[in-house]
Structures are given as C-alpha cells and as structure tokens.
C-alpha cells in the first residue's frame, strides 16, 4: 500500500494509546497487577492507589519506570 493519507500503517507493531496495556506493581507487591488501558493507571493516581514507589511498565517495555523518578 503506498504513503498516501488513509493508508494503513506498514508497521503493524505500533500501538495507539488506545490499545496499549500497562502494568503496575507496588514496591511491596511480588507480581504486578493489569493490564490497565492508558486512562486506568491515571484514575488510580488520582485515587490515591498510585505512590511514589509504584512501578509501571508498557507490555513490551523492558524497563520498569517509577513515579519517583
């Protein structure tokens, strides 16, 4: 399929925000807890359920990245 606006995306290894699952884990937890879509991981923030030492992580990310940092 050529460049032209429309076209489907050859890379279909690219997610939208839409459709990529997200992970969390607190420091006290051994296993994470998901997958959320992109808004839950903020609804939790906003509750309070989301600390300094949670841990977050994209499927298919290989690091961890921490609200502290």
Avoid: K
Avoid at 36 to 65: D, F, K, M
């Amino acid at each position: 399929m050529d460049d032209t606006l429309g076209a489907e995306p050859r890379n279909n290894t690219l997610q939208t925000m839409d459709t990529q699952e997200f992970y969390i884990r607190q420091a006290s937890d051994n296993e994470a807890s998901g997958p959320y879509n992109h808004e839950q991981p903020i609804s939790l923030c906003e509750i309070g359920a989301v600390t300094l030492e949670t841990g977050l992580i994209r499927l298919g990310s290989v690091a961890w990245y921490f609200t502290s940092n």
